[in-house]
């Protein structure tokens, strides 16, 4: 599975960006899916999660309310829409699988569960 995350940029503060991450390779519409990030000096960190089914999501605190995560197993694609952006979600956002065979709810929240990784994006909020 190949995964290639795009959508980063420079946005202002309070601005919005829609990062995709597209799976190549074979269907992903039975994996985990996830979106981590890592800021300049720091850890990389979950940003949210997708059951392979879709029907649960997972949050960090602070992106909370803000962010949403989302899938399109037809078009093999997972999204991440950023809203209310602030000068600290600033970082190199990256997609992953899970392969894992779950149960339909579960989503992963370590990176050490995800067997995939993309490519990374760079997000930059200006504030």
């Known amino acids: 599975v190949q995964l290639q995350a795009f959508g980063g940029g420079l946005v202002q503060a309070g601005g919005s960006l829609r990062l995709s991450c597209a799976a190549s390779?074979?269907?992903?519409?039975?994996?985990?899916m996830g979106w981590f990030r890592q800021a300049p000096g720091k850890e990389r960190e979950i940003v949210a999660a997708?059951?392979?089914?879709?029907?649960?999501?997972y949050y960090s605190d602070s992106v909370k309310g803000r962010f949403t995560i989302s899938r399109n197993n037809a078009r093999n694609t997972v999204y991440l829409q950023m809203n209310s952006l602030k000068a600290e979600d600033t970082a190199v956002y990256y997609c992953?699988?899970?392969?894992?065979?779950?149960?339909?709810?579960?989503?992963?929240?370590?990176?050490?569960?995800?067997?995939?990784w993309g490519q990374g994006t760079l997000v930059t909020v200006s504030s």
């Open positions: 390779g074979r269907t992903v519409s039975n994996y985990g």
């Open positions: 997708i059951s392979w089914s879709g029907s649960t999501t």
């Open positions: 992953a699988a899970d392969s894992t065979p779950r149960t339909f709810y579960y989503r992963a929240t370590d990176s050490a569960e995800y067997d995939y």
